[in-house]
C-alpha cells in the first residue's frame, strides 16, 4: 500500500496550524495586557501604549480570521483535489487558445495563469480591508484606493512579463538536467537572484515608489562621515517616498562590492528629527555590513536552495508521491509544489533556526553601533521608532522566540544597557 502523502501534508498543516493558534492566543492574552513592561514605564507614553495596544489587537483579530479562512482553503485545495482538476482544466484552456496543450511549457503557463488569478481574488479582500480599515483606522494607510490597485496591476504584469520565461528556464532544465539536475538548478537560481537583486532597486523598485537623492545637510554629511570611517563604498543616498503609501518607517541599504547604496524612508526623516537617531539606525545597518551578517544570509539561503533542489531530485520521479495528490502524470511544476508540501516541517525547523539567527545578528549590530558611540542616539530611535509604528509593547516569549527575526524592544534596550564586557 503507498504512503498516503497528501493525508499527511494536510494532517501536518492542520497540527501546525493548531499549534501556530496557540502561540497566536497567547500572544493575543500579551496584548491585552493593560500595563507596560516595567522596563518601558517612564519610557514610553501611555498615550502611545494605548494606541499600539489597540492597533496590536485589532491586527490580531484580524490574523485569527485570516489564518483560519486560509486553512481552510489550502487544505481543501489538497483534500478534494482541486490541483489535478484544475491541472486538467488548463489544459482546455490551452486547447481553446488554439496551442498545443501537450507542451508542458504552455499547459504549466496557462495554469499558473489560473493558479494567479485565483489567489488575487482569494486575497483582496484581506489586502483591502488590512489596508483601508485597520491601517486607516490606526492612521498609518496613506494610500488611495486608485493607488492601491495600480500597484497591484502593477504587481500582475511584472509576474505575466517576469514569469513565463523563468518557469519555462527551469522546466528546460529539469526535462534535460540528467544527474546534475540538483546544480544546474542552484546555479539557474543563483544567477537568478543575483540579476534580481541588481535589477529590481534599478528598474523594479521605481515603479513603486520615488527615490531621490538626500539633499546636502547636516544629515547627510553625518552619513557619508560615518561610512567613510568603515570604508563602506558608499556610493548614493536616497530618500524613499514610503508616505505615499503608509506612515510606517524603515531604512536599508543594498549594492555589490564597491557599489553600495542606502535608503533612508522619508518617515523615517519625519519621525526622529535628531539627526544623530538617524545616524544610529544607520550605525546599526553598516554592522550588518562589517559583521558579515549579508553574506552569511545569503549563503545560508544558498545551500538551503541547493539541499531543497537536492531532495527534490529524489522524488520527482515518484509516481506514488504524485497520485497521491491526485495527478496521472509528473509534470515539472506540480512535482515542485507537491515538494515543497511534503517537507512542510523542515521548513518550519529552518524558519525557526533562522530566526534565531537573525534575532543573533540584530544583537550583534546593536552591539557595533554601541561600539562607535551611539548607544544613546539608537536606543531614543529604537524607542521612537516603537512608539511611531505602534508596535507592541508587551510580547509572549514564545510567541516571539518562534516569530520574531527581530527581539522584542525590551530585551534590545537591556542590551545597549548592559556594561562592556572588559578585554583582557
Known amino acids: 500500500m503507498a504512503f498516503p502523502y497528501m493525508e499527511a501534508v494536510v494532517g501536518f498543516m492542520i497540527l501546525m496550524y493548531i499549534f501556530e493558534s496557540f502561540l497566536d492566543l497567547r500572544q493575543h492574552a500579551a496584548l491585552k495586557l493593560p500595563t507596560l513592561p516595567k522596563t518601558l514605564e517612564g519610557v ?29 482553503m489550502d487544505s481543501a485545495i489538497l483534500f478534494f483535489g482541486v490541483l489535478p482538476w484544475f491541472w486538467k482544466k488548463s489544459a482546455e484552456f490551452v486547447v481553446l487558445a488554439g496551442l498545443n496543450p501537450e507542451n508542458e511549457i504552455l499547459h504549466t503557463l496557462a495554469f499558473l495563469a489560473g493558479v494567479t488569478f485565483w489567489s488575487q481574488i482569494t486575497d483582496l479582500p484581506f489586502s483591502l480591508y488590512s489596508t483601508f480599515v485597520i491601517e486607516s483606522r490606526h492612521g498609518f494607510n496613506k494610500q488611495t484606493v486608485w493607488l492601491f490597485f495600480r500597484d497591484v496591476i502593477k504587481g500582475i504584469c511584472l509576474a505575466a512579463i517576469l514569469g513565463p520565461p523563468i518557469v519555462s528556464a527551469i522546466i528546460v532544465i529539469v526535462q534535460k538536467g540528467g544527474p546534475y539536475l540538483a546544480i544546474y538548478l542552484w546555479g539557474f537560481m543563483f544567477v537568478l537572484s543575483i540579476v534580481m537583486m541588481t535589477l529590481y532597486p534599478i528598474l523594479i523598485a521605481p515603479l513603486f515608489n520615488k527615490f531621490t537623492p538626500l539633499p546636502e545637510g547636516v544629515l547627510r554629511e553625518k552619513i557619508e562621515k560615518l561610512a567613510s570611517s568603515l570604508k563602506f563604498p558608499l556610493k548614493k543616498l536616497f530618500v524613499v517616498d514610503g508616505s505615499t503609501r503608509s506612515s510606517h518607517s524603515n531604512a536599508y541599504m543594498y549594492g555589490f562590492f564597491k557599489n553600495k547604496r542606502i535608503v533612508l524612508y522619508d518617515t523615517l526623516i519625519q519621525q526622529c528629527k535628531d539627526e544623530e537617531e538617524i545616524v544610529a539606525v544607520i550605525a546599526h545597518e553598516l554592522g550588518h555590513w562589517k559583521l558579515n551578517h549579508t553574506m552569511y544570509s545569503f549563503i545560508a539561503v544558498q545551500i538551503l536552495t541547493f539541499l531543497q533542489f537536492g531532495g527534490y531530485t529524489l522524488v520527482r520521479n515518484s509516481s506514488d508521491l504524485f497520485q497521491s495528490f491526485g495527478f496521472d502524470t509528473q509534470p515539472v511544476l506540480i512535482g515542485l509544489i507537491i515538494f515543497q508540501h511534503t517537507v512542510i516541517p523542515l521548513q518550519h525547523l529552518v524558519s525557526f533556526g533562522l530566526n534565531l539567527v537573525s534575532r543573533s545578528f540584530e544583537f550583534q549590530a546593536d552591539g557595533f553601533a554601541k561600539k562607535l558611540g551611539y548607544t544613546s542616539p539608537l536606543r531614543k530611535a529604537l524607542v521612537k521608532l516603537q512608539e511611531e509604528n505602534l508596535s507592541a509593547m508587551n510580547t509572549d516569549p514564545w510567541y516571539s522566540a518562534y516569530h520574531y527575526s527581530h527581539p522584542p524592544l525590551v530585551e534590545r534596550l537591556a542590551a545597549l544597557d548592559e556594561p562592556d564586557k572588559k578585554e583582557d
Open 44 to 72: 514610553i507614553s501611555q498615550e502611545k501604549f494605548e494606541k499600539s495596544r489597540a492597533y496590536s489587537l485589532d491586527k490580531s483579530n484580524f490574523h485569527f480570521v485570516h489564518e483560519f479562512v486560509t486553512i481552510l
